[in-house]
């Protein structure tokens, strides 16, 4: 079970959600003096307000937590953020489903300790035992492996890294790994992540992992893996790039979400793909103005090297393509220019699914995961016309997100495609310090098991 939850505790305090609206309408204590307690504290259900109250022996025997408006799913985290080890079961729910409390205790327990000499024990909740507690731990897992891989430095998350990763999940379910690692990626047809990555140290690489019966519906996930983005010749600014060993997040969540779809034994086909590359910069680093081939037979005029994550993309869904699955999903760090149109925490959504949309929106709202449809909007492609090749990688400052998603567009030849244009980090908040975070990890999977579960 994931370590911060727990089924059978032998002694649990007990915890009291409410929200401003729920506190100030209650009627009866939900423990003795709770409200003289809560009004000598000023507790009043605020957003991260917390009430401790020990027992005779002075340990913790209840909690007052405020959830605001209730409208955070993952609220919560900002309890077990602050909570002391020890176990934990919820007595009042304050009108939170009980998965998004699960899913935001274990966000809120979460440590990032592999380079620290001493550990800590996380608070632990009680959850239910049998197959719903085996799918809260498995989501909790995946959420929190997905953020180790993201804040893992890139001295240590190289490509060959990314590698590893895919190779211990391949090991772990039975899949099967295919990597095309350097110079084999040329003949073997991936130019692009060829060209971004031929400037590090440690050798790009194309990496396929196949797993499930040939005869379910084939499902292809498709991740960003850049472990390190300098911007190439156009370098970043030092701020910029501060916090670049994150470009490898869409992969982190193509990951996490293969390894959601094989821990439930989900009936599907399922097939991985990760461009995983450095853009680094040396005498053989890609340049504005070269002219590059790709997989899918378009050339592509390099308007700047700090919009790569396209190109290695480009070629992983034409890729992704041949194998025609009835459903593609990319993840990818893809621009800057998402985060100023919708902030940290919204999803962009970018398809040409209807249906598709409609699913994804719905397990959004579900699982509280916050998804944001974006239009795919095919004159800006008139943006990435190139006078001397057949697309230029960079449609200017104008509608960012936008440009980049139609950029992808024009190597996708699928049933059904959905690009999402991530963040995968976090300011602190929860009381923790930034990191990697999951972005729409838990809609996607959600729309996964409502479409493909029993």
């Not at 490509?159 to 190779?167: D, I, W």
């Not at 692009?192 to 499902?219: D, Q, T, Y």
């Not at 990951?255 to 995983?276: C, F, K, N, R, T």
């Not at 409609?358 to 006078?387: C, E, F, N, Q």
Request: glycine share 10%; hydrophobic share 45%; aromatic share 8%.
């Amino acid at each position: 079970m994931h370590k911060s939850f727990i089924a059978k505790p032998k002694h649990a305090a007990r915890v009291h959600l409410f929200t401003s609206a729920g506190f100030k309408a209650l009627q009866d204590d939900p423990f003795p003096s709770a409200r003289a307690i809560a009004s000598a504290q000023d507790f009043t259900g605020g957003a991260g307000q917390v009430v401790l109250v020990p027992g005779d022996d002075g340990s913790i025997q209840s909690v007052l937590f405020g959830l605001g408006g209730g409208k955070d799913a993952l609220a919560v985290a900002a309890l077990s953020a602050r909570m002391p080890e020890g176990d934990y079961e919820i007595a009042d729910d304050g009108g939170q489903p009980f998965e998004h409390i699960a899913a935001a205790w274990a966000d809120g327990a979460y440590r990032f300790e592999r380079y620290r000499t001493t550990r800590t024990k996380p608070p632990r909740l009680k959850v239910p035992g049998g197959k719903e507690g085996e799918r809260l731990s498995r989501q909790a897992d995946a959420a929190a492996h997905l953020r180790d891989m993201v804040n893992t430095p890139a001295a240590d998350m190289t490509p060959e890294g990314l590698q590893t990763e895919m190779a211990a999940l391949a090991n772990r379910f039975g899949a099967e790994l295919r990597a095309t690692v350097g110079e084999a990626l040329l003949p073997a047809g991936y130019p692009m992540v060829h060209a971004v990555g031929r400037a590090a140290a440690v050798a790009p690489r194309f990496l396929e992992l196949e797993w499930g019966k040939s005869s379910h519906p084939k499902i292809a996930l498709v991740g960003k893996g850049i472990t390190f983005d300098s911007g190439g010749l156009n370098i970043k600014a030092g701020d910029g790039m501060r916090i670049m060993k994150k470009d490898m997040g869409g992969a982190a969540h193509a990951i996490a979400l293969a390894e959601l779809i094989m821990g439930a034994d989900l009936p599907v086909h399922l097939m991985l793909y990760v461009s995983a590359a450095e853009n680094a910069i040396s005498g053989s680093s890609f340049r504005p103005g070269d002219i590059l081939s790709s997989r899918k037979g378009l050339t592509v005029e390099i308007d700047n090297t700090d919009a790569e994550g396209r190109l290695v993309l480009g070629d992983a869904l034409a890729r992704a393509c041949e194998g025609n699955p009835d459903l593609i999903l990319d993840f990818a760090t893809l621009t800057g220019a998402a985060r100023v149109a919708l902030g940290a925490d919204l999803a962009p959504l970018y398809t040409d699914d209807d249906q598709l949309a409609a699913d994804i929106l719905a397990a959004s709202a579900r699982t509280g995961d916050p998804v944001w449809r974006m239009p795919l909007w095919d004159p800006y492609l008139a943006d990435l016309k190139s006078p001397v090749a057949d697309l230029v990688n960079s449609g200017g400052s104008f509608g960012g997100s936008i440009t980049a998603a139609v950029f992808l567009k024009q190597f996708v030849d699928a049933k059904s495609w959905a690009h999402f244009d991530i963040w995968a980090w976090r300011k602190a908040k929860y009381g923790r310090p930034e990191g990697g975070a999951p972005c729409s990890l838990r809609a996607v999977w959600s729309m996964l098991e409502t479409r493909y579960g029993a």
